[in-house]
């Protein structure tokens, strides 16, 4: 009302700006911006500027608008106290969501040990190294990370990398305890279960290797070829012809892959034979 009334008046830039803070108690982040619009911030008492770029930005990261969100963010990170932190948390979350992970690397290294901040930017630093493919790192700050108090979900994909991780180093092994926990806590899909199978079978482990083969070949996919033909592999070597030669058929029909289902057939006639 007052605003409508004086809108000469020298204190209507101040009421503008506090109501985009009622609107902002109120989470009402289209309403934020329409009314910061209507705020000069030069002339803006400077102790309201660093809330007044934070909250903007912050509204603008609720409505999706990252450059925007950037923007007005960098205001608060060139000197800002009070939101300074949480002004570097979503400015690193952008960069990181657009795939700069160097400098969102730096940015969430730098909020490790912030109070408020602490406890998730870690977990987008080892996401940044699983990116990355730096697998030592991720096994290692994946430890340290494991032992923090986080949700089962959170800690569901820190196992999920490391298992990765090791994965990747061909450190199979070490890879199933990790993948058995992911999925357990994560439910798992597809690839993740022929990983975590894959991973037995080079580990020697054809039993859990048969076990989660089997729950991918629900799929008319090179996939389900890949996961009947390993499952071939491991009846062989548990030396149960039988079911060898009928998982080395189920991948022959399949043309995903030629030379696999080339390979396949001459293991079915092989095994039929014997």
Known sequence: TFIETYPEHPMVNMANFQLGRYYFTKKRYKSVLDQMELVDELKLDQQYLEEYYFKKGYSHFQQEEYDKSKEALSHVLNGGKKYRSPALYYSSYILYREGKNETALVGFKELESDKLFGKVA????????????KNEE?????????????????????????GEAHYNLEQYAEAIPEMEIAISELGGNRDDRYKLAYAAYRGANYEKALQYFQQVTDEEDELTQLAFYHMGDCYL?????????????????????????????????????E
């Open 138 to 162: 991720v096994l290692t700050y994946g430890k340290t990370l494991l032992e923090k108090d986080y949700s089962e979900s959170k800690s569901g994909e820190i196992h999920r990398m490391m």
């Open 122 to 133: 870690p977990f987008y630093i080892l996401q940044i190294y699983y990116r990355q493919g």
């Open 237 to 273: 070597k548990t030396d149960r012809k039988m079911e060898a030669r009928g998982a080395f058929r189920n991948a022959s029909k399949y043309a995903f892959d030629k030379e696999l289902q080339e390979d396949a057939l001459f293991n079915f006639a092989k095994a039929a034979y």
